[in-house]
């Protein structure tokens, strides 16, 4: 799903918003999100899941092409983590249309 069908899945199920205000409402909702975790917040959603920033340390890396070692800095990058009702549903929505991949791909 992009953000575009965000909006309009949206504007669909609120037949009171326009596309506008629908756009507007994901935009705002995205903007404060981002700015929380610039911050350093952590965003939790009951039910869905909860974001947050992690620090991945510095390492040493290898440049593929002169396989020279390289220096790769410190970063800190978004981390999803689902809530056990979304984890829930996705298994149990899998389960109905044939199941994991995994299943379908094991041979008896």
Excluded: C, W
Excluded at 38 to 62: L, Q
Excluded at 86 to 105: I, N, Q
């Amino acid at each position: 799903m992009t953000r575009s069908d965000l909006v309009e899945e949206l504007a669909a199920r609120f037949a009171q918003l326009t596309h506008r205000d629908a756009e507007y409402a994901v935009k705002t909702i995205l903007d404060a999100m981002s700015d929380a975790l610039v911050r350093g917040h952590r965003i939790e959603i009951r039910g869905f899941g909860s974001f947050s920033v992690s620090r991945r340390p510095p390492r040493i890396g290898r440049n593929p092409r002169s396989g020279e070692s390289v220096q790769i800095p410190e970063k800190r990058v978004p981390h999803f983590k689902p809530g056990k009702a979304l984890r829930e549903a996705v298994d149990a929505k899998t389960a109905e249309l044939g199941g994991s991949k995994e299943a379908r791909s094991s041979k008896p």
